[in-house]
C-alpha cells in the first residue's frame, strides 16, 4: 500500500509537468490546428537559459522569472518569423518548418551548450518537508509550481480582456477581426505563453532527468499522450490527462517494470485515436451531409 501511495503521489508530481507541457500543445494547436512537435526542444532551449543564469550567479526564482520571460519573447519572435509567413501553405509544409524547429533548438543546444549530462539545481530542500516518506521535496514543490501556473493560465484567459481576445482569435478568427481583435499578434502572444509554459516544465523537471539536449523527446511524447487523452482541443482536459499520464506511468512502471513506461503514452495514444478521436473532454464535430 506504501509503494502504490509513493508511485501515486510520484505520478502526480510527474504529470503536472506533462499537464503544462500538454497545455501548451493544446494553446498552439488551438492557434494552427497543428501539433508544434518543436515545444519539448524550445523548453529545454529556454531550460539551458535558466542553468546558464544560475551559473552566473544570479537566484534561482530570478533566474526561473528570467528564463520565462525569455522564452515568452522567443515563443512570440517564433511566430511572427517563422510560423507566419507559412500559415497559408500546405499542411505538411508546416509540420517540415516545425520539425526544422525541433532539429535546430536541439542542434544549437549541443554546439552552445555540449551534450554532457549536466545536473540542475532544485530551490527545494533536499530532505523531505513535513517527514514524509511518500514523495521528495522537488516532487511536492513542482506540484505547487505547477498548479500554480495553472491556476494562473486559467484565471487569465477566463477573467482578462486580453485572455478572452485570445480565446477568441483561437477559436473563430474571422469574426474576431470583425469586432476589431488584432488576430496576428493574439496568436503571437499565445505562441509566447505555450513557450513560457514550456519553460516552467523544463525548469521543474531538468533536476529529475538532468539537463541535455535530448531530455524532453520522452517528455513530450507523454504530454502528446495527455493532450489526446484530455481532448487536443481542450486545455482543462489536457491538464487532466497530464495527471491521469503520469499516474498510470509510475504505477505501470511499478506493477510491470520500467521498460513499459514509454509503451505506455504510445499505447495510450493509438488507442484514443482509434477509440476516441476527441479525447475524454474534447469537441465532437459532427458534419451534416
Known amino acids: 500500500m506504501n509503494v502504490l501511495l509513493h508511485q501515486v503521489l510520484s505520478g502526480l508530481a510527474t504529470g503536472g509537468i506533462y499537464a ?13 490546428h497543428l501539433v508544434n512537435f518543436a515545444q519539448g526542444e524550445m ?4 531550460t539551458y537559459i535558466a542553468w546558464s543564469l544560475i551559473q552566473a550567479g544570479a537566484p534561482y526564482w530570478l533566474a526561473f522569472f528570467g528564463t520565462v520571460a525569455v522564452a515568452f519573447a522567443m515563443g512570440a519572435l517564433i511566430e511572427r518569423v517563422v510560423v507566419r509567413p507559412v500559415e497559408q501553405a500546405s499542411v505538411l509544409s508546416v509540420v517540415i518548418v516545425f520539425i526544422g524547429l525541433l532539429v535546430i533548438f536541439n542542434s544549437l543546444a549541443g554546439w552552445i551548450f555540449s551534450y554532457t549530462i549536466k545536473p540542475f539545481p532544485s530551490p527545494f530542500p ?45 477559436l473563430n478568427p474571422e469574426s474576431s477581426r470583425l469586432v476589431g481583435v488584432r488576430v496576428g499578434w493574439m496568436l503571437a502572444l ?12 523544463g525548469i521543474m523537471v531538468a533536476p529529475i532527468v538532468f539537463l541535455e539536449p535530448n531530455m524532453m523527446a520522452g517528455i513530450l511524447l507523454y504530454s502528446f499522450a495527455a493532450a489526446l487523452l484530455g481532448g ?18 509510475n504505477v505501470v512502471g511499478a506493477v510491470m517494470g520500467t521498460d513499459l513506461k514509454l509503451t505506455v503514452a504510445l499505447v495510450l495514444i493509438v488507442g484514443v485515436l482509434v477509440i476516441r478521436p476527441s479525447g475524454l473532454f474534447g469537441t465532437v464535430h459532427v458534419s451534416r451531409v
Open 20 to 32: 503544462s507541457m500538454a497545455l501548451a500543445l493544446v494553446m498552439i494547436y488551438q492557434a494552427t
Open 43 to 46: 523548453a529545454m532551449f529556454a
Open 126 to 170: 533536499s530532505q523531505p518537508l513535513w517527514g514524509n516518506t511518500y514523495v521528495t521535496s522537488h516532487e511536492l514543490g513542482a506540484i505547487c509550481v505547477t498548479l500554480v501556473v495553472l491556476a494562473l493560465v486559467f484565471a487569465f484567459f477566463r477573467f482578462t480582456p486580453l485572455g478572452l481576445a485570445m480565446r477568441a482569435a483561437a
Open 190 to 201: 499565445g505562441w509566447g505563453l505555450a513557450s513560457a509554459i514550456g519553460a516552467v516544465a
Open 232 to 249: 487536443i482541443d481542450s486545455p482543462g482536459g489536457a491538464v487532466a490527462g497530464g495527471f491521469i499520464v503520469g499516474v498510470l506511468e
